[in-house]
């Protein structure tokens, strides 16, 4: 009777998180069509909060793929990796996600 409780919770849990997946990706496609007003991209975003908060020794980087942004905050390499359709890009969906990742 346990592992039945088990596997539904494991499915339960699946579904949870294809779903907010699917959120992510839709939400983050909806405002990728919307340009940001001033023209600043992903990449301008995050490098301005740092200036901001007078914290320079994070470094601004690329990553391969799509909303595999994150910031890693190892000793040796803090870095905020922006993926390819934030780091350089202008729109609303980019300067949020590297906002998020800046902060």
């Known amino acids: 009777m346990d592992n039945i409780w088990q596997i539904i919770l ?3 849990s699946g579904l949870v998180g294809a779903w907010a997946q699917f959120k992510l990706k839709t939400t983050f496609s909806k405002y990728a069509k919307v340009p940001y007003s001033n023209g600043m991209t992903g990449w301008q975003a995050a490098a301005q909060l740092l200036k901001i908060n007078n914290i320079n020794d994070v470094k601004i980087g690329t990553i391969a793929g799509s909303l595999t942004d994150h910031y890693s905050h190892t000793t040796a390499a803090k870095q905020i990796a922006l ?3 934030v780091f350089n890009v202008s729109n ?3 300067v949020g996600v590297a906002a998020h990742e800046a902060g």
């Open 83 to 85: 993926s390819e359709p």
């Open 10 to 12: 494991v499915a339960i």
């Open 92 to 94: 609303i969906a980019a």
